[in-house]
């Protein structure tokens, strides 16, 4: 931490960006949320979930007789003919106790007697003494009565059976051909209602009615949570075949041997669907465990099976939850603004790290919770969010924050230490570059005698003396995180306490004299000069302006004023007290250990009309 600094009033500053761009992000991905790519990748990730889940058990209620192969095969008769087959199954699951069945199978055409059989007529007979058949129609819009239109099975069929026995089996299909959803009432007006064929055969089968309560729709105790639109998402428990489908041809067989028990034993109290059952009916649809609208055949589920599972997630309530549009616009800025944390506080390789693995714990909770709890969070626009933040406070920072940076570091890299640089990096918006007030303690030293001894030398070997004397009298002043503000011949100008404050700024100054002394020694039996090196060192605290002063063509960061030419003047006084260091009371009185210091005459420096207190650091 800088001392001194309003750091409170830098980190607000700075958490302020760091949320804003969290939540600018968060809000782009918001208003994109329900646009049509997203959302079909959305939709995408959903099926991925019931991938993942993998199979869950169906409810033992239910029953699907299907139309296979074998019958196809063994049933000379053309489809169009096969009423009296169905018939026979009809009257045989309902004496053996089924509580409701549901008949996929449309009926529009009258037919004549058949080899002296009324096939419309034992259809019919059939519905009549069941009373628990929901046949099927198909709804079509039609724009010259401006309302739906029911394609509607034989009106001889319908009057035989209950009037409120039949349901629409429009399939609700996303725009990717798959179906994830289902439409379980629709209206052209208040007094025109449709319930989906699932939907009345659950209702029957609660002998209950059905009832549309705000954002749900009420059959019994069940209240299934549906749109605006009046779709249910589909639990679906797993691809075609989850539902075993009992043999068409071998139970209508059945049928005809009266084998009643077999059909108490399956068909109790249950749910019978009876339809298509095989690839050749065309009756099938990709649903989520399919993730392609291209995959053909048994890999798609059946119309049949479709229904069952509209079933099964009422019967087994595993009904699939959304949040509140709200929540979820939440949770998006909440990634948002936690990605740009992480990614303001570490470097590029690791913020990708931190925010991969936020992507990772978020794509796996939304697997988890659907999984577990039916619970179905938008994943894609919240992962979205992730990287577009990341992407987003990388260039804030490269082209606002580090820019800055990378200006502080060209600046001081020449004049303090790495250390110093680092600290200064913390806090880049804080360093009043443009010029400043401050207290500090500046440091003046230079060699005596230098101009006489370099007179009698080669050029080359005085540059090499003073480039061996700079560079050890450098290294003293950074290590004491001293700021290096130029070489003046052969003479130094340092000062402490800037750019970054620092209440020990006297301390450190007097450190570095002493240190610079003892160095001193050590770089002398270096050189082996005949003439031993010799520095004198002043020493003054007090108020100066630093800041980056020059032109365009050159600017450097230096300090100015009254202290500054004190501390000079003070150096040109250790020649005349014998003294190696001399600091001002200033200095002094800023000191909190006072060891091998004493102090010297009082003395009026040039231009001042006030003397000052001297002091004498023993090295």
Known sequence: MIPHLNVKAVSFRRYISII???????????ILLNTGVLRGIELKSLDFRFLCRGTIPTSDKIVIIGTDEEALDKIKDPFIFWSPYFADIIKAVAVGGAKSIGLDFLQTIALKKVEGE????????????????IMINLLRWDNTIGGLKAINP??????????????????TIDNDGCVRRQTLLLNDTESNIYAYIGLKVIAKYLNSTIEKKGDHIRVGDYAIPVNSYNEMLINFAGPSGTFPIMSFYKVWQLSRQGKTDFFKRNFKDKIVLIGPGNIYSQDFKPTPFYRSQYYTGTRQTLGIEIVANVINTVLERRFIVSPEFWQTILIILFLGVLTSFTSFKLSPIAGGIVAFAVAAGYANF????????NIHLDMICPLDAIPLTYTAVFTYRYTIEDKEKRRIKRIFKHYVSE????????YPGEIPLGGNRVEVTVLFADIRGFTALSEKR??????????SYFAMMADVILKNKGTLDKYIGDGILAFFGAPIPREEHAALAVNSAIEMITRLDVLNKELMLDVPLRIGIGIHSGEAVVGNIGSKLKMEYTIIGDTVNTASRVEGLTKEFKANILITEETFSRLKILDNITPEKDITLRGKTQPIKLYRVET
């Open 20 to 30: 804003l761009i969290g939540l600018g992000c968060g809000g782009i991905m918001t």
């Open 154 to 171: 034989l009106s001889r069929y319908l009057y035989a059976s209950e009037p409120d026995n039949i349901g629409f089996s429009n399939l």
């Open 366 to 373: 939304c697997i988890f919770l659907f999984s577990k709890y």
């Open 118 to 133: 009324d096939i419309d007529g034992i259809m019919a007979d059939a519905l009549l003494e069941a009373q628990n058949v």
């Open 419 to 426: 250390e110093v640089v680092e600290e200064l990096l913390k």
């Open 458 to 467: 080669d050029p080359r070997q005085v540059v090499s003396i003073l480039n």
